[in-house]
C-alpha cells in the first residue's frame, strides 16, 4: 500500500489535528488533547513504518 503525505495530513485534520509549525519540509500538527504528530511534506511515497508511526503517534487506526 502506498501512502503519500496528502493523504496523512487529511486525515489528520479530519481527526481534529491543526497545523502549528512548518519546518522545511516537515509539518507539525498538534490536537487540542496534546498529541503533536511531525509530517514529512510533500512525499509521495512514504515507507510503511514512517506511516504507520505516525499514525501511532496520533491515536488513530491504522488500515491497510
Do not use: C
Not at 485534520?13 to 512548518?22: E, P, S, T, W
Not at 507539525?28 to 514529512?40: A, D, Q
Amino acid at each position: 500500500m502506498i501512502m503519500n503525505s496528502r493523504q496523512i495530513i487529511k486525515e489528520l485534520k479530519k481527526a481534529g489535528f491543526v497545523l502549528v509549525k512548518v519546518s522545511g519540509d516537515h509539518h507539525k500538527f498538534k490536537h487540542r488533547n496534546g498529541k503533536i504528530v511531525i509530517v514529512p511534506h510533500p512525499q509521495k511515497d512514504l515507507p510503511i513504518g514512517t506511516a504507520r508511526n505516525i499514525y501511532k503517534m496520533a491515536g488513530l487506526k491504522w488500515r491497510k
